[in-house]
């Protein structure tokens, strides 16, 4: 008996036991608490972020990314975060009524509202309609309620039924946000506008588009360029339906329960794969995030002077001040006096953010779901719970730099080396990563240094590390393909000397073999030119393949890198390479 709870216990403690980022000692308590409840709930993967006075004090992950528990959660994957989403629209929202593009009491629908389109008005059957306005979506007031059945389901809200929502709107599978709006157009309200709260999912999908009518952009490109971009954020983007789909370091979700599919509504699938239309959900649940970027956006848009918002102090006042149908809910948020937080949940996710008065954030990002409300009290306990019990804070920042290296280019300075150039981001040093043959699927993780030559997990090579815009490969075969990116880090004092990664939006580069080639031809057309073998318009001659391929270190070989050419020596040789590196650029820069 004692042997079977051994094991028992062991097998239970695997379910948790990967632990990734920055160890924080001072925060150890933290790693515990997450580490209990992970194994009570029977957690996949959670990936947590903690800031204090606007300085990212804790950013860990615990637990996997797959299914086969192979691949540990780390800090940089990103996670859907469901009804968090609601938050994100709501920023931009107020902030389009800061800039005086949209005012919180103008009608929404109806010839004078901000979704005049005849897609909707053709919908307009109940006259309440055309008393909601853009403060009533905010604050879940305009008049659906989910909780009331409807078309023969228990509840009405279309997210649960995005197949039947196809089949009666005489719509495509899977079924767009679009059309489930009009869906709940045509079903009516349920109560006169601005006189209860009932929360609404389709509510924030009427926003996205009200986004969308003011800017003439899509919601996810404006909310890019004028929310995300300017807080620093880069992972962050919105979800797909399917496994096959997922984007570049995404979770995977552990689906707790099957239901029809939005492709094929005859078929039982995972809901966290096919079952829910995720991509129809945008701007009411549809992003994904890290957790630490989740910690940096809300960091942008707290009031607090540690770092400069994205919006004003009035803006801010506004879309925090409760509700008049309810004192806990305001525009986006769920409020309680200065404190601010958000939930989401959807199979296979559940997120957590909060800000409190006294300049603390903190997100919580799973990759299951338990919907029972003992779960949801203990979720939501957990930051309280971590600074009760911290006595000492860290003085460092973990935050990775905001703007990424860019414009990365590809020349060849002679016939054996590529060169590679970039401009700076604002880290303080930057990786040149490079994998022939298929692109990485392995990444620099938190507080690890790469010196030259070093290798990741998938075999990708470090071939240059420092503060350099430039760097020099030799012997690159041309009959390979390769693949660089170029990840920005900082690594200073701030950091505690460990440094940190930005993995999203890097520069990144393509060499296929036709470029090489085409570097090495144009060399020997050089050297022809020097030693007057020919017009300049002489075409190249052929290029043998080397004949000796050395492994690729990152280092000169010994051995040298054998062409058949004959090339120039001595003067000649100088002056080729002289007018090389002159002319370049304009002959063969991608």
Partial sequence: MKLLLILLFGLQSLTCAAQTGIAVPELAHCDESIQQFMR?????????????????????????????????????????????????????????????????????????????????????????????????????????????????????????????????????????????????????????????????????????KVLEAVTHQ??????????????????????????????????????????????????????????????AMNAHGGWLFSARDLVRLLVAADGFPSRPDIVSAATLRTMTEPSAATRWYAKGWMVDGSTWWHTGELDGTASLVARTESGYTWAILLNTCNGSPQFWRELEALGWTWLAGTKTWPGHDLFAPERNATQLRTSAPDAAHTQLTWTNGSGTARLLLLKPDSPSTAFPTEGTSYPVASRLADGTLVAANGPDSTALLARLDPHRTYYVRVVEYRQDTATGNRPVYTLDGNAVRVLPPTVLTQSLFAFHRFAQRARGLGPPDNPPLPVQPPLAKAALTGHPAPEALALNLELPSGAHLRRVRRAWRASVARLIRL
């Fill in 40 to 208: 009570r709930w029977q957690l996949l993967g959670a990936s947590v972020a903690l800031s204090k006075d606007g300085r990212l004090v804790y950013d860990r992950a615990f637990g996997y990314a797959n299914l086969a528990r192979t691949a540990p959660l780390q800090p940089y994957h990103l996670l859907r975060v469901a009804s968090i989403s609601k938050p994100v629209t709501a920023l931009a929202i107020m902030k389009l009524v800061e800039a005086g593009q949209i005012v919180l009491s103008h009608k929404v629908f109806g010839p004078d509202g901000y979704l005049n389109s005849p897609a909707y008005t053709q919908e307009l059957r109940d006259p309440r309609l055309y008393d909601i306005t853009v403060q009533h979506l905010l604050e879940h007031t305009a008049g659906w309620d989910r909780s009331m059945g409807c078309e023969g389901y228990e509840g009405c809200d279309p997210i649960n039924f995005p197949a039947h929502v196809a089949r009666v709107m005489h719509a495509a599978n899977p079924v767009g946000d679009s059309t489930l709006l009009r869906f709940m157009l045509r079903e009516g309200l349920r109560f006169a506008p601005g006189t209860h709260f009932a929360y609404s999912n389709v509510g924030y999908l009427a926003l996205g």
């Fill in 218 to 279: 899509r919601y996810e490109a404006w909310v890019r360029e004028h929310l995300l971009l300017p807080s620093g954020i880069a992972e962050a983007h919105l979800g797909r339906n399917l496994p096959t789909d997922r984007l570049e370091r995404e979770s995977n979700y552990l689906s707790r329960y099957r239901m029809r599919s939005c492709y094929n509504g005859g078929r039982q699938v995972p809901a966290a794969y096919g079952g829910f239309q995720v991509e």
